[in-house]
């Protein structure tokens, strides 16, 4: 069976700081992992994917997170935020139906 | 190309009252999904489509049911609402047959359902 734990609810940040959202998983099945963000009142949206080769993966708007086997982690970082990056961010785990996500961390960009 | 549409983006029920969610998807996509949402426990799973013409049970089938009306639609169906069925709801799709793939999964705008 899969998992994923997102072990911080909110994280409150202060703009162009940096970021860390943490995501652990438990997977018995080869791992592909993802983060995706929901902005208020949307549905959410691929942020990136690991699938294989390299462990860095990047997204467009300055977002990566590094698949880490041996702490089973898959952590989101951002060096410096925007306002505009708040929003919910899930982590998620391929299981064997369906992707399994984490309860989410409500990332809280302030002035 | 509107993506994933859901119908009705709001809805209240009263307890025992029955209502149909639509979905509807127009980037030929064969694989479509149900969730819901709540505060603190992320996505869970309600059913999915495969396929057109195969449903199977997810996480938390239990008060719903899905059709998938051909490969554009996929409906979740309340037969006799509950409070604890208070929720948003989202649909999804991804492109390849077959729900275990690494397939991006596109989600709707969701629906928000409360039951009193």
């Known amino acids: 069976a899969q998992s994923v734990t997102q072990l911080d609810s909110q994280v409150p940040v202060f703009e162009e700081a940096p970021v860390e959202l943490r995501c652990n998983y438990s997977?018995?099945?080869?791992?592909?992992l993802f983060w995706y963000v929901q902005y208020p009142n949307q549905g959410l949206q691929l942020l990136l994917k690991y699938l294989s080769g390299s462990t860095l993966v990047k997204s467009i708007n300055g977002f990566e997170a590094e698949f880490n086997k041996s702490q089973t982690s898959f952590h989101l970082r951002k060096p410096s935020v925007h306002i505009s990056d708040t929003a919910e961010y899930f982590c998620?785990?391929?299981?064997?139906?369906?992707?399994?996500f984490g309860s989410g961390t409500r990332l809280q960009v302030q002035p | 190309n509107a993506g994933v549409t859901q119908t009705p983006k709001f809805q209240v029920l009263k307890t025992g009252q029955s209502m149909t969610l639509q979905c509807a998807q127009d980037m030929n996509h064969n694989s479509m999904y149900w969730y819901r949402q709540d505060p603190g426990m992320g996505l869970r799973l309600i059913y999915y489509s495969a396929s057109e013409g195969t449903t199977d049970k997810g996480e938390v089938p239990n008060g719903y049911n899905v059709s998938r009306l051909n490969k554009r639609e996929f409906s979740l169906r309340l037969e006799s609402a509950a409070p604890s069925q208070t929720s948003v709801y989202f649909c999804?799709?991804?492109?390849?047959?077959?729900?275990?793939?690494?397939?991006?999964?596109?989600f709707g705008p969701g629906t928000r359902l409360t039951v009193l």
């Open positions: 999804a799709s991804s492109a390849r047959v077959g729900t275990a793939s690494t397939d991006t999964q596109y």
């Open positions: 997977s018995s099945v080869s791992v592909y």
């Open positions: 998620a785990v391929r299981g064997t139906r369906a992707l399994t």
